[in-house]
């Protein structure tokens, strides 16, 4: 069974850069694609970007300038960073794989806080 | 970006109801549509994709329908556990995007 898990920490400062980190069990990192969403609170859904496990990565327009998606195969986990926070960073943050095949995103870590506060 | 917009944002409705959900996409999307049940509390779920196929484990009573632009989410006998938020997600370009969700309440 596959299962993800987010790790980080729930309180960043503005300016500063948020790093999360998604490890993955019941499958290895070196298929599909890996991929963080977030979720303002009572908001919607925001894909951020995902990674192949060649290293290939996309990413949301929106956010392309301030995030990096990265793979350590050897852990089989993989990391966000988004650099440059404000408030509006603020969200639980989501782990999940991607089947490129069908488009959908199939299996998902249980979501993360983090909060942008000084 | 493809925008999605669901329609209604909120729904009340009883226990054996029969409820539709409605996305709409900017452009079409072809059949490149997925719907997500999402709790509260918890991460969203794969219902159903391609427009109209199940996700396995996922209860008969979820069917989806539509293409092009229009598609729709019917749940055809409400149970209690179906109250949740759901989320339309086109899957035809990137950037991914969702719709704003419904919710469903009794």
């Known amino acids: 069974q596959v299962q993800l898990q987010e790790s980080g920490p729930g309180l960043v400062k503005p300016s500063e850069t948020l790093s999360l980190t998604c490890t993955v069990s019941?499958?290895?990192?070196?298929?599909?694609?890996w991929s963080w969403i977030r979720q303002p609170p009572g908001k919607g859904l925001e894909w951020i970007g995902y990674?192949?496990?060649?290293?290939?990565?996309y990413y949301n327009p929106s956010l392309t300038s301030r995030v990096t998606v990265s793979l350590d195969t050897s852990k089989n986990q993989f990391s966000l960073k988004l650099n440059s926070v404000t408030a509006a960073d603020t969200a639980v943050y989501y782990c999940?794989?991607?089947?490129?095949?069908?488009?959908?995103?199939?299996?998902w870590g249980q979501g993360t806080l983090v909060t942008v506060s000084s | 970006d493809i925008q999605m917009t669901q329609s209604p944002s909120s729904l009340s409705a009883s226990v054996g109801d029969r409820v539709t959900i409605t996305c709409r996409a900017s452009?079409?999307?072809?059949?490149?549509l997925n719907w997500y049940q999402q709790k509260p509390g918890k991460a969203p779920n794969l219902l159903i994709y391609?427009?109209?196929s199940l996700q396995s484990g996922v209860p008969s009573r979820f069917s989806g329908s539509g293409s092009g632009t229009d598609f729709t989410l019917t749940i055809s006998s409400l149970q209690p556990e179906d109250f949740a938020t759901y989320y339309c997600?086109?899957?035809?370009?990137?950037?991914?995007?969702f719709g704003q969700g419904t919710k469903l309440e009794i």
């Open positions: 019941g499958a290895s990192i070196s298929s599909y694609y």
């Open positions: 391609a427009a109209s």
């Open positions: 997600q086109q899957s035809y370009s990137t950037p991914r995007t």
């Open positions: 999940a794989r991607f089947a490129p095949g069908g488009g959908y995103f199939d299996y």
């Open positions: 452009q079409s999307i072809s059949s490149y």
């Open positions: 990674i192949y496990f060649r290293g290939t990565t």
